[in-house]
């Protein structure tokens, strides 16, 4: 009986067909969005949740350079209080937040209920320089535990799904109103962006569109036309 011998083009084309088709199935097992994190970096609204009701934008980096802001530090100099509360917080910190913040965006998603904290529903993006994040967020606990809150508990530190992003939460009353619990709630999903909310929903939401799961306020077309971009 004799056998015919299978061309080796033909050989080859199978071949190819059966890499092809593993490499689709691959990638289709393995499929989620791209990270949006390169978008946020240049355009850091983007990475709002949806249907926020007030947005503000600030180009810290500018402002540090206006004579109307340096004259403003100027004049807090002489404010012993201030300067107190301040210079605790950054030695705390090992952070000057108006030094190493080059962009902040904030935005509210409606009215807390009375009682509640009246930023509740703040949801901050901060472009900076974010280095060593866990140390920040130690020092940032002693110093609420000593100006802010009552007995806080440390800060859980977490990781945000499979994107890596650094999340750090606490929850307290506030050493001003016995009756009002407040919830910090800080990411960082790159040494160059944090994120802070009092809500831990909201930073949630913000953290999903930075890693590519949700649009978030790119679906809001009012809010688009708004801000003058058209995707």
Do not use: H
Not at 211 to 219: D, F, V
């Amino acid at each position: 009986m004799n056998r015919m011998r299978k061309s080796p083009w033909r050989i080859m084309s199978v071949m190819a067909a059966a890499l092809l088709a593993a490499a689709v199935a691959g990638t289709t097992l393995s499929c989620k969005k791209e990270p949006f994190i390169q978008t946020v970096y240049q355009t850091p609204y983007l990475a709002l949740p949806p249907n926020p009701e007030d947005l503000v934008s600030l180009d810290v980096r500018r402002l540090r350079e206006k004579e109307f802001f340096k004259q403003i530090m100027v004049s807090r100099q002489n404010d012993s209080a201030y300067q107190e509360t301040w210079r605790n917080l950054i030695q705390a910190l090992k952070f000057d937040p108006l030094q190493e913040i080059d962009s902040l965006v904030l935005a509210d998603r409606g009215t807390p209920k009375a009682g509640e904290n009246p930023f509740k529903n703040t949801i901050w993006v901060a472009l900076g320089r974010f280095d060593n994040p866990g140390e920040k967020m130690r020092g940032l606990y002693q110093w609420l535990k000593d100006q802010v809150l009552i007995t806080p508990p440390p800060f859980t530190e977490s990781t945000y799904q499979d994107g890596g992003y650094k999340k750090f939460s606490l929850e307290a009353r506030s050493q001003y109103n016995e009756k009002m619990v407040i919830s910090l709630n800080f990411a960082f999903p790159s040494n160059q962006l944090m994120v802070f909310s009092f809500s831990p929903s909201l930073l949630s939401e913000s953290l999903e569109v930075i890693a590519g799961y949700a649009e978030g306020i790119r679906k809001d077309q009012v809010w688009l036309e708004m801000l003058k971009r058209p995707n």
